[in-house]
């Protein structure tokens, strides 16, 4: 099994992520946390980047109300944080919380495709609450079936823009700028 820190080390560098994708600012330089986002094929990373909060924020801001909305209500209403949180603090590897999708349960073995978000402080520290997570992509398509097509553009101009490579369709969903 992996690591918490080979499932969120960067998989083009073998080590950790050093920059934003966004600004370009070394990640220990701005003095903010930040998040890492990996989505998978089956065990394949399929994108990964990180973001510093100061620019999910400015991304955050760009999707419609109506689409923040629609993913806030799934997240409160679709998980049970409060168990989540308790099964979450009885492991004693943070590797652990990858194992299962924190809405349905279904194990990551059987996904056809996931997505995994953590936090780091400015220090560069794993910090644990929510996150780390592990969403099955039929549950991020529950969670993008409600998104606005404004939304859905901003996301797509989001992977033009920093990725080469990627497609440019819905299977490239951008849940973890949520």
């Known amino acids: 099994m992996r690591s918490i820190s080979q499932w969120l080390r960067c998989e083009e ?19 903010a946390p930040w998040l890492v986002n990996k989505d998978f094929h089956r065990e394949e990373c399929v994108l990964e980047y990180a973001i510093c909060q100061p620019c999910r924020d400015v991304m955050a801001e760009q999707f419609s109300e109506e689409s923040k909305e629609s993913v806030r209500h799934f997240l409160e209403k679709e998980i049970n944080w409060e168990e989540r949180q308790g099964e979450f603090m009885q492991m004693r590897d943070e590797a ?19 997505s995994i978000s953590s936090l780091f402080d400015s220090d560069g520290n794993l910090v644990t609450g929510p996150l780390p997570l592990m969403i099955c992509k039929g549950c991020v398509a529950r969670i993008m079936a409600g998104v606005s097509a404004e ?28």
Do not use: N, Y
């Not at 652990?96 to 996931?114: H, N, P, T, V």
């Open 13 to 31: 560098s073998g080590g950790p992520f050093t920059h934003c994708v966004r600004c370009r600012l070394p990640l220990r330089e701005i003095a």
């Open 151 to 178: 939304s859905r553009a901003v996301w797509r101009q989001f992977v033009a823009e920093h990725f080469e490579g990627p497609p440019d369709d819905d299977d490239m969903d951008g849940f973890g700028l949520f």
């Open 96 to 114: 652990e919380r990858l194992a299962a999708c924190i809405s349905c349960r279904k194990e990551r073995g059987d996904c056809e495709g996931f």
